[in-house]
């Protein structure tokens, strides 16, 4: 009887759900350990919508455990702590328990590499266990729920989202200002969605100041923050907002594994080129848009593929990644916003109907319930 392959997952949110439901559902024998640092995953699509509705936040965390225990397969075993060091030639995995600090060995036969990315602030991504996420959200929710003055930091889909939910909430009652630290919002697509996005934001009564940068804040000591401007100018509000840029979850893994800036490096087939028996999922791979449309439109069907080859030994073709689409959506507040579908500029109305109503929360059910 040949061996069943033992395959240890590290990340716990759509990437590192979604490679278990994958091999759950595998016809062939598998032993899959998850491990994650929080014992919840994170549906921080919606994070947005919840800083002006706090209740939202009930419906955007969801129990790892639980959601193993529903796959059908009671090979699917999870384990809570945070992976500190990935020794690829003894195919050991170090794990620190999140409560106790004591350590474990993990050994696998295939490892995947889903641990993500974290943000500035853990109110838009996981940063450890959920409770953090979960208070920084509902923190952050009252701190701007009181104040007079607010600075949201960055010119991306998270920020533009988050500056187009307070300026219809409060617009009218608070200064509300967009630092997009670059020519406008969304300079990424073309410059038809930028210009739509910055008339949308400036009727919900939302000033946006480009070009200039942020590069430093600091807290006061009356509790307001101050942040330095890349012209060398500073300004104080009563809540900033830092919604820009990623880190990825790497500090575990060799240089020899990552690139530049901590990434992943994978061939085209998500297989690392340090290890052949490591793949990589989710946004923590190099050079791919850190997006759920790219890890369940373009990366998963490479993902599976592969999967079947390097794991089960499947004589199915293996499929080459290929280019993300030109897609998403950025709802700036419910009553629409700005997207781009292969190419072509939505309307309004359409983002309304598919995004901004309800930020997608019933998605997040979906996936990790």
């Given at each position: 009887?040949?061996?069943?392959?033992?395959?240890?997952?590290?990340?716990?949110?759509?990437?590192?759900?979604?490679?278990?439901?994958?091999?759950?559902?595998?016809?062939?024998?598998?032993?899959v350990t998850v491990?994650?640092?929080?014992?919840h995953s994170y549906?921080?699509?919606?994070?947005?919508?919840?800083?002006?509705?706090?209740?939202?936040?009930?419906?955007?965390?969801?129990?790892?455990?639980?959601?193993?225990?529903?796959?059908?397969?009671?090979?699917?075993?999870?384990?809570?702590?945070?992976?500190?060091?990935?020794?690829?030639?003894?195919?050991?995995?170090?794990?620190?328990?999140?409560?106790?600090?004591?350590?474990?060995?993990?050994?696998?036969?295939?490892?995947?590499?889903?641990?993500?990315?974290?943000?500035?602030?853990?109110?838009?991504?996981?940063?450890?266990?959920?409770?953090?996420?979960?208070?920084?959200?509902?923190?952050?929710?009252?701190?701007?729920?009181?104040?007079?003055?607010?600075?949201?930091?960055?010119?991306?889909?998270?920020?533009?989202?988050?500056?187009?939910?307070?300026?219809?909430?409060?617009?009218?009652?608070?200064?509300i200002s967009l630092?997009?630290?670059?020519?406008?919002?969304?300079?990424?697509?073309?410059?038809?969605?930028?210009?739509?996005?910055?008339?949308?934001?400036?009727?919900?009564?939302?000033?946006?100041?480009?070009?200039?940068?942020?590069?430093?804040?600091?807290?006061?000591?009356?509790?307001?923050?101050?942040?330095?401007?890349?012209?060398?100018?500073?300004?104080?509000?009563?809540?900033?907002?830092?919604?820009?840029?990623?880190?990825?979850?790497?500090?575990?893994?060799?240089?020899?594994?990552?690139?530049?800036?901590?990434?992943?490096?994978?061939?085209?087939?998500?297989?690392?080129?340090?290890?052949?028996?490591?793949?990589?999922?989710?946004?923590?791979?190099?050079?791919?848009?850190?997006?759920?449309?790219?890890?369940?439109?373009?990366?998963?069907?490479?993902?599976?593929?592969?999967?079947?080859?390097?794991?089960?030994?499947?004589?199915?073709?293996?499929?080459?990644?290929?280019?993300?689409?030109?897609?998403?959506?950025?709802?700036?507040?419910?009553?629409?916003?700005?997207?781009?579908?292969?190419?072509?500029?939505?309307?309004?109305?359409?983002?309304?109907?598919?995004?901004?109503?309800?930020?997608?929360?019933?998605?997040?059910?979906?996936?990790?319930?």
């Amino acid at each position: 009887m040949s061996k069943v392959p033992h395959v240890v997952i590290i990340g716990g949110s759509f990437a590192g759900i979604g490679a278990a439901e994958i091999l759950a559902a595998s016809k062939s024998p598998v032993k899959v350990t998850v491990i994650a640092e929080s014992s919840h995953s994170y549906f921080a699509v919606a994070a947005p919508r919840a800083l002006v509705e706090p209740d939202v936040t009930k419906q955007l965390f969801y129990s790892i455990k639980d959601k193993i225990g529903k796959l059908g397969n009671k090979n699917v075993s999870f384990v809570l702590g945070k992976a500190t060091k990935l020794d690829g030639e003894s195919q050991t995995v170090l794990v620190e328990d999140n409560t106790t600090g004591s350590q474990q060995t993990v050994s696998y036969d295939f490892l995947i590499l889903a641990s993500g990315s974290r943000s500035h602030s853990p109110a838009f991504k996981l940063q450890g266990d959920y409770l953090q996420s979960k208070d920084a959200l509902l923190g952050m929710s009252k701190n701007i729920k009181s104040a007079k003055t607010i600075a949201v930091l960055g010119g991306g889909p998270t920020a533009v989202e988050i500056a187009g939910e307070l300026g219809l909430t409060y617009g009218k009652d608070k200064k509300i200002s967009l630092y997009t630290g670059a020519s406008g919002p969304l300079v990424n697509w073309n410059s038809k969605v930028t210009d739509r996005a910055l008339q949308q934001l400036e009727s919900l009564d939302v000033q946006v100041l480009n070009t200039t940068k942020s590069v430093k804040v600091d807290e006061t000591s009356d509790g307001s923050s101050e942040v330095h401007f890349s012209d060398g100018t500073s300004k104080t509000f009563d809540v900033v907002v830092s919604a820009y840029g990623i880190i990825p979850n790497s500090e575990y893994l060799d240089a020899k594994l990552l690139d530049s800036s901590g990434f992943v490096k994978t061939d085209e087939y998500l297989v690392t080129k340090a290890y052949p028996n490591v793949l990589a999922y989710g946004d923590i791979i190099s050079n791919r848009p850190c997006s759920i449309i790219d890890i369940e439109r373009v990366q998963h069907a490479t993902f599976a593929a592969t999967v079947d080859a390097v794991i089960f030994g499947s004589s199915g073709s293996k499929k080459a990644l290929k280019d993300s689409p030109e897609m998403g959506l950025v709802p700036i507040s419910r009553n629409g916003g700005v997207g781009v579908l292969f190419g072509w500029r939505t309307p309004s109305w359409f983002v309304r109907l598919l995004k901004s109503k309800d930020f997608m929360v019933s998605r997040g059910a979906k996936h990790f319930a």
